[in-house]
């Protein structure tokens, strides 16, 4: 079974452009939760959807924004980039089932700002 | 306030010896679960063992196993028989179930070092 893909592995961008980062989770898999991570802040929950809906939000500005396709693929989306959005993103998915506790992460996308 | 700690930063271990590393979390949610996590220079988490609050029984996963003590709110990671390969950081996590979805919090994590 193939796991969770995140495309691309590597982004850089300039500040004030807007980036779109891609995940696809684990066949069946219908949650998948984006986390940031940096060195100053550790990992931090973006938001969580669940067959196309938006389930939870991490505190982070309106400039982060996310979406589910029907085949649960998720896209997250940062407009107006800042220095600060320096960071790997990594993306989760889960059965979200009641014995199925497990997320599984991918291999995260390293977005550099300049 | 800090939902997950680990409070050590850094920590070496001798090749083939046992290592803890420390969690403890704060909760008022009676039911939660919780997670530990490799992350090698990769970048690529991966999950290495789970413990629900209410089960009675410390989790293991072969060389991996969860010291839980409920009424101290720890979940200590304990690897035995260290190998270079765990070279990596170790993040603890939580999930309150009364958080509709599926968010983990994560703590800062443990940066493990193994020496030949």
């Known amino acids: 079974k193939a796991g969770v893909t995140q495309t691309p592995r590597y982004l850089i961008k300039t500040r004030g452009q807007q980036v779109t980062l891609s995940c696809s989770p684990i066949?069946?898999?219908?949650?998948v939760s984006w986390y940031q991570q940096t060195p100053g802040q550790g990992l931090q929950f973006l938001f969580e959807y669940f067959s196309e809906t938006q389930r939870n939000k991490g505190n982070f500005p309106g400039r982060f924004s996310g979406r589910q396709f029907s085949n649960s693929r998720s896209e997250m989306n940062v407009s107006t980039l800042e220095l600060g959005d320096s960071a790997l993103y990594l993306c989760a998915s889960s059965l979200l089932a009641v014995d199925s506790y497990e997320q599984y992460f991918g291999p995260g996308t390293r977005l550099t700002v300049t | 306030a800090q939902k997950i700690t680990q409070t050590q930063p850094g920590m070496f271990v001798q090749e083939k010896e046992a290592v803890t590393l420390d969690c403890t979390y704060d909760t008022s949610d009676p039911s939660y679960g919780l997670f530990w996590y490799k992350q090698p220079s990769s970048g690529e988490m991966i999950f290495l063992i789970y413990q629900g609050s209410y089960d009675q029984q410390n989790a293991t996963e072969g060389r991996y196993s969860l010291n839980f003590q409920k009424a101290r709110k720890s979940a200590n990671l304990v690897i035995s028989a260290s190998q270079l390969g765990d070279s990596a950081m170790y993040f603890c996590?939580?999930?309150?179930?009364?958080?509709?979805?599926?968010?983990?919090?994560f703590g800062g994590g443990t940066r493990l070092m193994v020496k030949p």
């Open positions: 996590a939580m999930r309150e179930v009364s958080n509709a979805g599926n968010m983990l919090t």
């Open positions: 066949s069946g898999h219908r949650s």
